[in-house]
């Protein structure tokens, strides 16, 4: 990753405080997301060792320079508080509402990790092949940690991803389905999330699973592009949900890089398969054949890549796509 300059440096960390807060910020500005719990956004905080203090040579000046590096912060994190409450507000305010009897599907991607560039193309892709082929066209948003989308996208944080489900919850109505497409490194029951190179809390299996209840989400399809991503299952699993994972709970997915378009399990699913297909099982069958092969091919231990669908879900999904074209259009 191209190290960041002093002053960029200071403005991502700038950012970084700034983004807990995000949660109030939003909420009063009537996007539709209830505000943030005060320990939800707190969460959100960086995790950053306590710096050790210097010995002052005299307190006088100690005293002038904190107060002007605090000066210098409060105005940084202003500017950034403010764009973030405008583009998370702006994108929720593109959400379409529901129309009544004609059930749709909605997209919510979440890029977690802004050390690669592979994860925020990936989000975007999956964005494009489900308003082309499943007809979530302005029904969609996309939350990215990457540094060079910070004045056009919202960040990815468990804080706005709350709040987003929580503003696209109330655009939708009881018949339509979410599609959460979530791309990062993962570990067992979490998913990293980092802005430049400061992590922040990770993104974690029992937190998400309350998020989309505490949203009123009933219909969910959760796919997560991540090493260890089968450790989601448990706790995401109902009757309501249908969830595709790029790993088994104990093995890594692979296809990681800078600059790359897709990992493995996204290219497979989301540049392949789902251009072919509109059912999400055969899709996934064919995703998952196509990387083994390709782990095979490569040497690599095979990620085994997992699905999960509730009795309930099919319905639900069904009931969207027999009223769409072969392109994702309306009948």
């Known amino acids: 990753m191209t190290p960041i300059a002093g002053p960029c440096r200071?403005?991502?960390?700038?950012?970084?405080?700034a983004l807990p807060l995000l949660a109030c910020a939003v909420g009063s500005e009537q996007t539709g997301a209830a505000a943030l719990a005060p320990e939800a956004a707190a969460a959100d905080t960086p995790r950053t060792a306590k710096p050790r203090a210097a010995k002052p040579q005299s307190i006088a000046p100690q005293r002038s320079a904190r107060e002007a590096v605090r000066a210098l912060d409060q105005?940084?994190?202003?500017?950034?508080?403010?764009?973030?409450r405008a583009l998370l507000k702006r994108a929720l305010d593109g959400v379409a509402p529901s129309r009544p009897g004609m059930p749709e599907f909605y997209f919510i991607?979440?890029?977690?990790?802004?050390?690669?560039?592979v994860f925020l193309n990936e989000a975007r892709a999956a964005e494009d092949v489900f308003r082309r082929r499943f007809g979530s066209g302005g029904r969609s948003l996309v939350l990215a940690n990457n540094l060079g989308t910070a004045k056009q996208l919202p960040k990815a944080t468990a804080s706005t991803l709350e709040l987003a489900?929580?503003?696209v919850a109330a655009k939708m109505g009881a018949e339509d389905v979410l599609?959460?497409?979530?791309?990062?490194?993962?570990?067992?029951?979490r998913i990293s999330v980092r802005y430049g190179r400061v992590k922040l809390p990770s993104?974690?299996?029992r937190e998400l699973r309350r998020m989309l209840d505490d949203a009123g989400i009933q219909n969910r399809v959760v796919l997560l592009s991540a090493c260890y991503s089968g450790s989601f299952i448990p706790?995401?699993?109902?009757?309501?949900?249908?969830?595709?994972?790029?790993a088994a709970h104990n093995r890594v997915s692979f296809g990681c890089g800078h600059d790359?378009?897709?990992?493995?399990f996204g290219q497979a699913l989301i540049g392949e398969a789902l251009e072919r297909e509109t059912s999400f099982a055969r899709a996934f069958r064919g995703a998952a054949r196509a990387i083994g092969k390709r782990e095979k091919e490569d040497g690599f231990k095979p990620s085994r890549p997992q699905f999960f669908q509730g009795t309930k879900i099919g319905a639900a999904i069904d009931a969207v796509q027999s009223r769409l074209g072969p392109r994702g259009r309306d009948h």
């Open 260 to 264: 790359g378009a897709f990992t493995y």
């Open 75 to 84: 105005e940084a994190i202003a500017a950034i508080f403010d764009r973030q």
């Open 10 to 17: 200071n403005l991502c960390a700038a950012l970084l405080v």
């Open 235 to 246: 706790a995401l699993a109902n009757d309501n949900t249908l969830i595709m994972t790029a």
């Open 179 to 189: 599609i959460l497409y979530v791309t990062s490194h993962g570990w067992r029951r």
């Open 203 to 205: 993104l974690r299996a």
């Open 109 to 117: 991607g979440f890029a977690g990790d802004a050390s690669e560039h």
């Open 165 to 167: 489900l929580k503003g």
